[in-house]
Nanobody, 123 residues
Framework: QVQLVESGGGSVQAGVSLRLSCAAS????????MGWFRQAPGKAREFVSG????????YYADSVKGRFIISRDNAKNTVYLQMNSLKPEDTAVYFC????????????????WGQGTQVTVSS
């Protein structure tokens, strides 16, 4: 089992950038696909971005494509989500998750989850 801790959230104005980090402990992340999901109040959790174990394959939700960048540093056991040009509709709790198979957009394919970090974007 992998323990995941997200950080980097906050309250910002629309248009600025934030970088979320997801630090892992317990096991090395180098063999795991990783994903970022988010959940806004009253809405279901949704996929944001995913990255393969080696970083070669990345997926993005259409709503963040071109604005968000996922990356990973396996030596630091950390995954990042660079969020640019933030919009009020990006407001949500952001979760990182570790999966044991090929990177997917499906939450059930991820077995270990962090507690989340709040991102609030005001207009």
């Amino acid at each position: 089992q992998v323990q995941l801790v997200e950080s980097g959230g906050g309250s910002v104005q629309a248009g600025v950038s934030l970088r979320l980090s997801c630090a892992a402990s317990g096991r090395t992340l180098s063999s795991y696909a990783m994903g970022w999901f988010r959940q806004a109040p009253g809405k279901a959790r949704e996929f944001v971005s995913g990255i393969s174990w080696n970083g070669y394959i990345t997926y993005y939700a259409d709503s963040v494509k071109g604005r968000f960048i996922i990356s990973r540093d396996n030596a630091k056991n950390t995954v990042y989500l660079q969020m640019n040009s933030l919009k009020p509709e990006d407001t949500a709790v952001y979760f990182c998750a570790a999966g044991r198979s090929t990177v997917t957009t499906n939450a059930p394919d991820y077995n270990d989850w962090g507690q989340g970090t709040q991102v609030t974007v005001s207009s």
